[in-house]
Every structure is written in structure tokens, then in C-alpha cells.
């Protein structure tokens, strides 16, 4: 029975169950069915007293295995969520950047709604006022032209000239 040591299902990234779980199998005194390993048909026949020596022995090795794999993988998950601690931060930075852009540019664009709004009445009230210019105008380009004809009546002989012309 020395040979007999517990078997440690493992998985992806080390030993899957906890130490307390393990420790809770080295130190039972009931049968391995009655113990809740966790997984299903993987638990062995708890330790005799001759083998549990030999068992501690072999699992204080995996257990400072266990602890450093642990350790390690902390670390590790540790490192890779202080990263995406970081990564998020400047998402959220960008994020907040484009929203302060976007509010900017829907405030400009309201401005500017507002104006063309008014653009159209602004539009025909100058024209209504550059009619009445414009109407001013033509009338005195008119009367300029009425009063730059010359009408020449029955000054002697000029008028006789003119007829005798026509006529021949």
C-alpha cells in the first residue's frame, strides 16, 4: 500500500480542486465514496496508516509544486488583469475624448441648425428691400431717359429740310 498515492486530476494550468480539498482526503477517516472530491469517479481509497506517511511525503513535494503553480498563476493573472486594467483606462479615456467631440460637434450643429432655420425669412425680407431699390432705379433710369430727348418744334428752315428730305 505505499505505492498507493491519491491521484491529482489535473487540468489546462495545474491541479484542478484546492488544497483544502486535499487536505480533507489526507486526514479522513471514512471511506473515499463518502468523501465530496469535487469530480466524479476520479477519487482513490483513502491512505492506511503505513501509506500515509509515504502519501505525505509525496504530496508535501506536490503540495510545494501545487503552492508555487499557484503562486505563479496569481502572478500571472494578476499581471494580465493589471493589463487589461490598463487597456480599459485608455478605452474609457478614448471614449470619454470622442463623446466630448461628439457633444462639441452636435453643439455646433444645433448652432447652425438655428441659423438656417432663420435664413429663409432673412432671405425674403432682403429681397422685399431690394425691390423696392431696384424699382427706384429702373423709374429714374426712365425719367432720365424722358428728360434727355430733345424735341425740336418749327425752328425755321431746319424743319423745311426735313420735309423736303422725306418727301424725295
Excluded at 65 to 73: E, H
Excluded at 87 to 101: A, G, K, N
Excluded at 118 to 135: F, K, N, V, Y
Amino acid at each position: 500500500m505505499l505505492n498507493k498515492v491519491p491521484a491529482i486530476i489535473m487540468g489546462k494550468y495545474g491541479p484542478k480542486g484546492s488544497a483544502s480539498l486535499m487536505d480533507k482526503y489526507l486526514c479522513a477517516s471514512q471511506p473515499v465514496s463518502d468523501l465530496d472530491t469535487g469530480h466524479e469517479g476520479a477519487a482513490t481509497p483513502p491512505p492506511t496508516a503505513e501509506g500515509k506517511g509515504a502519501a505525505s511525503q509525496a504530496l508535501g513535494h506536490s503540495n510545494a509544486d501545487l503552492l508555487q503553480g499557484k503562486k505563479d498563476t496569481h502572478a500571472s493573472t494578476s499581471n494580465q488583469l493589471d493589463t487589461i486594467k490598463i487597456e480599459i483606462s485608455h478605452i474609457r479615456q478614448d471614449v470619454q475624448t470622442l463623446r466630448e467631440c461628439t457633444t462639441e460637434a452636435e453643439n455646433r450643429i444645433s448652432t447652425l441648425e438655428d441659423k438656417v432655420r432663420s435664413l429663409p425669412a432673412e432671405l425674403s425680407r432682403m429681397a422685399r428691400q431690394l425691390a423696392e431699390p431696384t424699382a427706384k432705379s429702373a423709374d429714374l433710369e426712365n425719367r432720365l431717359r424722358r428728360n434727355n430727348l430733345r424735341l425740336i418744334f418749327n425752328t425755321p428752315g431746319e424743319a423745311d429740310r426735313w420735309l423736303d428730305g422725306r418727301q424725295r
